[in-house]
């Protein structure tokens, strides 16, 4: 009898302890505090993410989770600050500012992959025009661009979208959201006009091996995407983007 007793006072205990969890209300941060609980979501998750992850986990309006965000962006511009805020295709990330980049790289221990000049025009002519199909790609490029595409795909920065409605279906590509990432780059309307592109340039060939292309120091380009997609930096690059209209 006392020990039936006993029971039940210990699970009367335990469910008033419950009842006072579940009726505790959640704490409310500051203005200051939302901005410093961003970041932190941010450090933590490494990987951009989305502003409707952002509201679910932070209980705020996108409207509202935009502002911390722009209050945070403020404060890492400093340069006292080694990190910064950047948007990619719509999604939140924290990154090392590039002033560092050499130093990371030499934490990191890895050496940068580069991609080829024709890799890189492949890639271009992919961003501008897409979807695209591969004989349009072949066209303005003037070689067939298989390999290239091959390596593209390998390394998550193109992807087929689609099929087109026509004799065999072939295949649409586009670019990805790592692309955007990679190139530092909001959205694809980030990309510079073409108003400015010149004549197409072509390329007397391409190699079918896609080793030999990774591996190609000579034709090395640029890591910076910025670099690669600015048309007043780099316009042998962009110049293969799309046919002049």
């Known amino acids: 009898m006392e020990n039936e007793v006993a029971t039940e006072i ?7 302890t ?4 579940e009726t505790q209300p959640a704490r409310v941060f500051s203005e200051k505090e939302q901005v410093a609980l961003l970041e932190a979501l941010l450090l933590a998750s490494g990987d951009p ?5 952002i509201q ?8 509202e989770v935009l502002a911390r965000a722009d209050q945070l962006q403020g ?4 340069d006292s600050r080694g990190i910064e805020l950047v948007v990619v295709s719509e999604k939140l990330q924290l990154r090392t500012k590039a002033l560092f980049a050499d130093h990371v790289r030499q934490l990191m221990a890895v050496k940068p992959r580069k991609l080829s000049q024709a890799a890189l025009e492949t890639l ?3 961003a501008y025009q897409q979807p695209v199909v591969k004989s349009e790609i072949d066209k303005i490029r003037g070689v067939d661009v298989a390999p290239t595409l091959k390596t593209l795909i ?9 099929y087109q409605a026509s004799v065999g279906q072939p295949a649409l590509y586009g670019t990805t959201e790592d692309f955007l990432q990679v190139f530092g780059l909001p959205s694809l309307s980030s990309l510079p006009a073409l108003r400015d592109i010149k004549a197409l340039v072509k390329e007397p060939g391409e190699s079918g091996d896609v080793a030999s292309e990774e591996n190609s120091e000579e034709r090395a ?9 600015a048309v007043d930096s780099q316009p042998e690059v962009i110049e293969a983007a799309a046919q002049v209209q």
């Open 221 to 229: 380009a640029e890591d910076n995407v910025a670099e690669v997609v």
């Open 18 to 21: 419950e009842q006072v969890v």
């Open 56 to 63: 679910e986990i932070m209980g705020l309006t996108k409207s």
């Open 154 to 162: 390998e390394r998550k920065l193109v992807k087929i979208i689609g």
């Open 75 to 78: 404060a890492l511009v400093d």
């Open 49 to 53: 993410l989305s502003i409707a992850r």
């Open 10 to 16: 210990v699970e009367g205990a335990q469910s008033d």
């Open 124 to 126: 271009a002519v992919v």
